[in-house]
């Protein structure tokens, strides 16, 4: 029995026919597999190119160079179907991308306990090449937004346009604006919540402030104050980083809980609510096709409109 290291699945000099391509094709291309699955392979370093890891799936190869690949590419554990039966609103559309308004109670992607009915179901429905873009089993997706929260989010439907949109929101260059209703009144008109976002160790659902967390910012504005018929103050919201309910797990540990928010603490019995107080109502990014900048808008949905009538 040998111990040596195995060598890769796939080595390939590159001919002429090949100079200038995209890595992620050239890997599609030699295994057979799609471009979200090149991809996947790309961002877990098991593509080489020259014997040197590559780094992004745009990074083009030379005629001559050694492309190897180091592993099978995962496939999606099932093939996800269509769903024309899911609703949502498309309130922009073109060849890179869309925008969605997403509805409350919507899961943007399968998870454990949600297979199925999801936003990326009903989008392969109406727009079938999303298959191929992005992650295979979050086709288009460059964000989400939590099952509870409504609003704005944008998809792409090129893989050119998923780097570049990935690539904006890691360098915190798309502006993501949300109204939130609070409870109480926090003791400064505006501020910044700068505390790391890790797993909760107790309960997997949960996110919380944790010392070896991701690095997380959100920043707030107060816009109304309430004293009826709770005492709660109306807040906007922005993002400088996006994690996992980053702006819940925010508020909450300042002592302001998202109104409605049964995972965080903002359900109260004085107060009834069917979901968390939560809307992303802006979105401003540079368009990957223009290069300009483009910005959209969602109106508070009807069931949050009707509630915040009731305060004063």
Known sequence: MSDATPGPHVAE??????????????????TGCSRAEAAALIAAGEVHVGGAQVGKPSQRVVEGDLVEILADPVRPSEELEADPTVEFEVLHEDGDL?????????????????????????????????RDVGQPERPGLVHRLDRGTSGLMVVARTND?????????????VERVYTALVWRHPEHPQGVVDAPIGRSRRDPLRMTIAIDGRPSRTHYHVDRTFTEPVESSLLTCELETGRTHQIRVHLSSIGHAVIGDDLYGGI??????????????????VHPGTAEEVSFSSPLPEDLASLLERFS
């Open 161 to 173: 346009a998923y780097e570049e949109l990935v690539h904006q929101l890691s360098t915190h260059a």
């Open 98 to 130: 869309l925008v969605i308004d997403k509805p409350a109670g919507l899961v943007v992607h399968p998870g454990a306990g949600h297979r199925g009915s999801t936003l990326v179901h009903g989008l392969l429905a109406r727009f079938p090449e999303l």
């Open 268 to 285: 109260r019995h004085s107060l009834p609510t069917t979901r968390p107080f939560l809307h992303a109502r802006e979105l401003r990014f």
């Open 13 to 30: 000099v590159m001919p002429a026919a090949l100079d200038g391509e995209r890595v992620d094709r050239v890997v599609a291309l030699l």
